[in-house]
């Protein structure tokens, strides 16, 4: 049971709210969201922080896996190790041809040849990804690097090189 002091500040199931907290609530929702704002940046700042701790949890059993690997193979463990892991699952950033496909438009709008962590980055951003994440971007420049080459082998870019010797990508004008 509510006392009388707390009904003050329930709202009313009649037809509509209390005429303060009416206000108070239009007022919050036109003027400022800091507290929303605040919440959801708290919020976003403690899942990057558990993304980090568990990507150096998979740092320390990838390391513990290795050891363990290098003591069986001491004691004489002849058989394949790789066998007896369970299978996992394949994460895909990209649909059939979709990098491709993002690579040639983001070199096409390009006012200038790019490198390929360029590309990659330029690509990541594109599909939604967070490229500021070094381990994707370190996995995605190699994919982007290999769709690169395969396409200059296709005749549809061309590479060139700086001044520094880094690759750079250009699409190839007919």
Not at 65 to 79: F, N
Not at 110 to 125: C, D, F, H, I, N
Not at 159 to 168: A, I, M, Y
């Amino acid at each position: 049971m509510a006392s009388s002091r707390g009904l003050s500040r329930i709202v009313r199931i009649d037809y509509g709210w209390n005429a303060r907290v009416n206000d108070a609530i239009r007022r919050s929702r036109i003027d400022t969201f800091e507290r929303t704002a605040s919440g959801l940046l708290t919020k976003r700042a403690n899942l990057y922080g558990e993304a980090m701790r568990l990507r150096d949890r998979m740092a320390e059993i990838e390391n513990e896996t290795a050891a363990i690997d290098r003591v069986l193979k001491k004691l004489g463990y002849e058989d394949d190790q790789d066998t007896a892991m369970p299978c996992q699952k394949c994460k895909a950033l990209f649909g059939r041809a979709e990098l491709t496909r993002g690579i040639l438009d983001t070199l096409g709008d390009a006012t200038g040849p790019m490198t390929s962590r360029e590309v990659a980055q330029s690509v990541l951003s594109l599909s939604g990804h967070d490229a500021r994440d070094r381990g994707l971007m370190t996995a995605h420049t190699r994919r982007a690097s290999k769709a690169l080459r395969l396409l200059k082998e296709g005749g549809t870019i061309a590479q060139s090189n700086d001044v520094r010797g880094n690759v750079l990508w250009r699409v190839r004008r007919q």
